[in-house]
C-alpha cells in the first residue's frame, strides 16, 4: 500500500546545530509539504513543491530549507536550529490529476523536534 | 494573507450530544476542506465541498458549504467517544496550497 513517512519521529537537539527531517512518499504524487504545528495557531505551510526541482517558500520559511532530487522525498532542513524551532512537523503530498484537482492532502505520522 | 477563522477554539460535550463547528472566510472560497485529528495522531481528510450551498453527510457527520461560499460548518450527530478530535477547516489559496484553521478541539465526556 502506498504511504508516507516521515523520520525520525523524535528528535532533541541543541540550538545552532543543523537538522534534516526526511519524508519519503510512495504515493508517486507531485506536490509535497512541511507543515509546522504548534497549539493555537493549526498547521502553517514552511515549503512546499509541486515537482523535482521545484521548491517555494510557505508562510513560514525563515531558517528552513528542502530540495526535490527525486518524486519520492523532500527533507526539511533547519539550517541552524533555534527554540523558536521546538515544534511537530508534519510532511504532506498531493495529486492533481487532469482538470480537477483532486486536492487531498495525506500526511505522514509527524516529526516531534525539540530545540534545546 | 488569507486568513481562516473557526470556532469554537474548544468545545466539550457529553457523549450523545450534537457537536458543530464553524469555518469563516473574508473572501469567497473556491472549495473547502476538513481534517480530523485524533489526539497524538496526524490530520486525516474527510471531506471537500465545492458548490455553493452544498451538503454531504458521512454516516454522523454532515458538511455544509454557505450559499456565499464564506463559510462551512460540521456537524456531528450523537457524538461518540472516538469523535473526540480536532478538526480543522482548510481553504484553498491562489495557488495549489490550502491554509488550514486554528481548529476545533472537542472533547466527548463518557
Known amino acids: 500500500d502506498a504511504e508516507i513517512t516521515q523520520s525520525p519521529r523524535h528528535k532533541i537537539t541543541e540550538t545552532g546545530r543543523q537538522v534534516t527531517l526526511a519524508c519519503h512518499q510512495t504515493?508517486?504524487?507531485?506536490?509535497m509539504f512541511w507543515y509546522r504545528q504548534d497549539l493555537g495557531h493549526g498547521l502553517r505551510l514552511i515549503h512546499y513543491s509541486y515537482g523535482v526541482q521545484d521548491t517555494n517558500k510557505g508562510e513560514v520559511s525563515d531558517g528552513y530549507s528542502v530540495s526535490r532530487s527525486n518524486t519520492e522525498d523532500l527533507p526539511l532542513t533547519l539550517e541552524s536550529a533555534a527554540s523558536s524551532q521546538t515544534s511537530v512537523y508534519f510532511c504532506?503530498?498531493?495529486?492533481?490529476?487532469?482538470?480537477?484537482?483532486?486536492?487531498?492532502?495525506?500526511f505522514g505520522p509527524g516529526t516531534r523536534l525539540t530545540v534545546l | 494573507g488569507q486568513q481562516v477563522m473557526q470556532i469554537p477554539q474548544y468545545q466539550h460535550v457529553q457523549e450523545g450530544e450534537d457537536f458543530t463547528t464553524y469555518c469563516n472566510s473574508s473572501t469567497t472560497l473556491s472549495n473547502i476542506q476538513w481534517y480530523k485529528q485524533r489526539p497524538g495522531g496526524h490530520p486525516v481528510f474527510l471531506i471537500q465541498l465545492v458548490k455553493s450551498g452544498e451538503v454531504k453527510k458521512q454516516k454522523r457527520l454532515t458538511f455544509q458549504f454557505g450559499e456565499a461560499k464564506k463559510n462551512s460548518s460540521l456537524h456531528i450527530t450523537a457524538t461518540q467517544t472516538t469523535d473526540v478530535g480536532t478538526y480543522f477547516c482548510a481553504q484553498r489559496d491562489y495557488g495549489q496550497n490550502f491554509v488550514f484553521g486554528p481548529g476545533t478541539r472537542l472533547s466527548v465526556l463518557p
Open positions: 504532506a503530498s498531493s495529486e492533481v490529476s487532469g482538470g480537477a484537482s483532486t486536492d487531498t492532502q495525506y
Open positions: 504515493w508517486n504524487h507531485n506536490n
